[in-house]
């Protein structure tokens, strides 16, 4: 409990430290926030006027204060280009990258694991020798670019998969769970999705790899062996359910860091999601999405990071949570 | 007396920590990883420097073929190795050129990374306390930030410079070299030859610069050639989003091109294949290297 605590207090140090400089770093920029707003008819009436709805005619402390509540109850202000609340436009794009993400990542995460465990049983032979070099090459290979080969081979050459966004244009659904249970939406998915497992499976594989030849080296793997069990039961039963452990923490990190990595392969395939809206936003001046979209990726990975912790002292009792040195 | 033998004592560890540099550089000659890692590096640097003469054209020059018209899209030929853009210009050129952007970006940021995480580490290891304590909230907000998103907004609110982008990496890639370096520095602190440094009355700044510091070196040099392609990576990404310096062409930019004038429907690979790869040499480079000089550092985490 007493850990639980500790570290959700770290969770909220480290989300104040970045609201903290997001809050400065919008202020750096030349103008003000109402400069998207005020165009050259204004009167300088009006444009006091807008500056006291902002809360800009403030002083900055108060301004800092009144952002900090506001973060803390969700209210990211207005949109400056779309002209609607923060929260509406993240709400638009959440689920995309929320299922891009996992669905890359399991992908990942099973080839991953049942691979991994496969080049530990053939330690030392030429599948690993080929293996390991090949994996080492995917997992150096820049995201947007593996997207970008499989685009131009499988959407435009091949002309298996659409070459972008996450519906085809102009199609309706009734309902938000309906367009992405819809065939067409998983037939726009397979691409990035397939891009993110590529890029992805690299690290799974070798943790399940290096974990599966230090289990095999443990006492009950040899006790098993003793008992005459076969080379499956002893792989499978005893050596891969203790291997697996690392790789399911490794999953909750691998998928708050996603979130925000998503950003290349979002923008290569024009997936509507949370990091082609941050790059957007950014791109187009629209300091209040940039900064929601950001803000809400943090939440995201330091979540995600919690959450692998307290799994991984779940999954293992042997971890101790006292001073890792 | 006592002058004779405090001098052996407090040379003694200067040797270990030259011979652990000796190792290091007598590495890529004993590990086939890290023989053909230093070799990628080697053979992008002389590119780098000889880039104006065996680049053919200036890279954003716009080409003509002999009779006249713009030399648009031509395939790879002996005119053009590579073949050039929609736009006429020489695309092996812009990849001989686009290695410096690469090696500048990976070098730089590679070194202020180690700096950053070596003297962190050292300070934090050394001095413990609340020294140590500030030092690792500050390495534990860092982790806590996303990584690329980052990066984007700095180079989004500072401007499109090169120098922008390495700040971004420096300032959240440090904290995992100076967590390795840390505990390093808590092994090597309880030593015999830092007491024995600490008798002979060395200051405390001594101890650590000469006595402790050698002995971590080459753990800064491993993370360093970790961050080199982690750099890398990131320069291309951020200048693929189009947040990098428009003037300046990088392998990232040439891609950034290609996706934008429509080279992946046409099918131009000879475009926008030929920077990616060499993205992944280096990178794979750095890997390599990394994993060469575990193995010989640390023999006891070969598995």
Not at chain 2, 51 to 68: N, T
Not at chain 2, 239 to 249: N, V, Y
Request: hydrophobic share 55%.
């Amino acid at each position: 409990m007493r850990l639980i605590l500790t570290r959700l207090a770290q969770m909220l140090f480290v989300l104040w430290v970045v609201a903290t400089l997001l809050f400065y770093m919008f202020r750096l920029m030349p103008g003000d926030p109402t400069v998207a707003y005020i165009d050259s008819t204004f009167t300088e009436d009006q444009v006091q006027a807008l500056r006291r709805t902002f809360g800009l005619d403030r002083p900055l402390y108060e301004q800092y204060l009144i952002y900090l509540r506001n973060l803390g109850i969700g209210e990211f202000g207005e949109s400056f280009h779309h002209r609607r609340p923060v929260l509406d436009v993240l709400a638009d794009v959440v689920p995309n990258t929320i299922i891009l993400t996992l669905s890359g990542l399991l992908v990942a995460y099973a080839f991953g694991a049942v691979v991994g465990a496969w080049l530990a049983w053939k330690r030392g032979t030429w599948v690993e020798a080929l293996m390991i070099p090949t994996v080492l090459t995917l997992r150096a290979a820049p995201e947007f670019w593996l997207g970008m080969v499989l685009l131009a081979v499988f959407g435009f050459k091949l002309g298996w998969f659409p070459s972008g966004g996450a519906n085809s244009p102009g199609a309706t659904f009734a309902s938000e769970t309906a367009r992405i249970i819809s065939g067409d939406f998983l037939w726009h998915l397979v691409l990035p999705a397939a891009t993110l497992a590529l890029y992805l499976q690299g690290l799974p594989l070798l943790l399940m790899r290096s974990n599966m030849l230090d289990v095999m080296g443990e006492d009950f793997i040899t006790m098993a062996r003793m008992k005459g069990l076969s080379n499956w039961s002893i792989v499978m039963r005893h050596g891969a359910r203790n291997a697996l452990l690392p790789v399911v923490t490794a999953f909750a990190l691998g998928f708050g860091a996603s979130v925000g990595g998503n950003v290349v392969v979002e923008t290569v395939f024009s997936w509507p999601g949370l990091g082609k809206l941050l790059v957007t936003s950014i791109a187009a001046s629209d300091y209040p999405v940039a900064q929601g979209a950001f803000f809400l990726i943090t939440v995201v990975l330091v979540t995600m990071n919690l959450i692998a912790d307290l799994l991984y002292s779940l999954l293992d009792p042997r971890v101790s949570h006292g001073r890792r040195l | 007396m006592a002058d004779a033998s405090d001098v052996p004592l407090a040379t003694a560890p200067v040797c270990i920590g030259f011979m652990a540099v000796k190792r290091l550089l007598a590495a890529p000659f004993r590990d086939p990883f890290a023989a053909v890692g230093t070799s990628i590096y080697a053979g992008f640097l002389l590119i780098a420097l000889f880039a104006d003469v065996i680049a053919p054209h200036d890279p954003l020059e716009i080409l003509f073929s002999p009779d006249g018209n713009l030399a648009r899209s031509a395939p790879a030929g002996w005119q053009h190795p590579l073949g050039t853009t929609n736009l006429g210009r020489d695309i092996f050129s812009q990849l001989v050129i686009g290695t410096r952007a690469a090696l500048v970006v990976g070098l730089a940021a590679a070194v202020v990374v180690a700096l950053i995480g070596t003297v962190v580490g050292l300070i934090s290891g050394f001095f413990g306390g609340w020294i140590d304590a500030v030092l690792m909230r500050f390495a534990d907000v860092a982790l806590g930030i996303p990584f690329l998103p980052f990066v984007i907004l700095i180079a989004g609110l500072l401007g499109p410079h090169t120098s922008n982008v390495i700040l971004g990496i420096a300032l959240l890639l440090w904290p995992n070299t100076a967590r390795v370096i840390r505990s390093q520095v808590l092994t090597v602190r309880e030593r015999a030859f830092v007491e024995a440094a600490r008798v002979t009355g060395a200051s405390n700044a001594r101890i650590l610069f000469v006595h402790v510091a050698p002995n971590i070196l080459p753990l800064s040099f491993l993370y360093g050639s970790i961050a080199v392609g982690w750099a890398i990576l990131t320069e291309a990404s951020i200048a693929f989003l189009g947040f990098g310096p428009s003037d300046r062409i990088s392998w990232g930019y040439m891609l950034q091109d290609a996706y934008a004038s429509q080279a992946l429907s046409r099918g131009d690979y000879n475009w926008f294949v030929p920077p990616g790869l060499c993205i992944v040499l280096v990178v794979v480079a750095g890997f390599f290297i990394s994993r060469g000089y575990e193995e010989i550092l640390f023999p006891k985490l070969k598995d």
